[in-house]
């Protein structure tokens, strides 16, 4: 049964999540904070509690992603959140200037509850992946990583996805315990 998020999106909605991101990066230049929502203003569907990440890009460079796997405050206000944590608080990039903001394309993913795998071994795990629409967790311990849906545009093959995602997570590629908890989830993507 294919996984979906729980939020049925209309056009509007979609622009509506964008243009909420872009405001509250140009929000956030000039006055260094998230702007506060008034949430009786957005629809229903962009209230529910649902889990988003946010990505900007520059010139198709990665320039920020930030996000969450789970859902814990209305979808709008996780997007507000999170355009502006990955314009100024990804610790990977400068914070983004006056400059570049017009230039930065946004994406949005919204993500679908997560369903636990249950798989024997690793190769077990591949063979049940569908490249281009999972997004997978990885918990082991105290190791964690995730890989949206996107980044199969990168890793395409199954087997190097998952080394990637084990080496994401601070673990040896060839690393495997059946104490991992694997989960699976997809993505509506907005840009």
Not at 63 to 73: E, H, I, M
Not at 108 to 122: G, Q
Not at 153 to 166: G, M, V
Request: net charge neutral; proline share 6%.
């Amino acid at each position: 049964m294919p996984l979906m998020p729980s939020t049925k999106l209309t056009l509007k909605d979609k622009q509506v999540i964008l243009s909420t991101a872009r405001h509250a990066i140009q929000y956030g230049l000039t006055y260094k904070e998230v702007p506060i929502l008034e949430l009786g203003n957005y629809s229903s569907r962009l209230q529910q509690n649902t889990a988003t990440f946010v990505t900007l890009k520059e010139t198709n460079k990665l320039r920020g992603c930030v996000g969450t796997l789970t859902p814990y405050q209305p979808l709008i206000q996780d997007v507000a959140e999170h355009a502006f944590a990955a314009a100024f608080r990804d610790n990977r990039f400068p914070p983004v200037n006056h400059i570049e903001e017009p230039m930065l394309h946004i994406s949005v993913s919204v993500l679908s509850p997560k369903e636990m795998m249950v798989v024997k071994d690793e190769k077990d795990l591949i063979s049940q992946l569908e490249a281009g629409k999972d997004g997978i967790i990885l918990q082991y311990q105290n190791h964690n990583a995730t890989f949206l849906p996107a980044v199969w545009e990168s890793l395409k093959d199954p087997k190097t996805f998952i080394k990637e995602l084990k080496l994401k997570a601070g673990l040896a590629e060839n690393f495997w315990s059946n104490e991992m908890k694997l989960s699976r989830y997809t993505t509506i993507t907005i840009d």
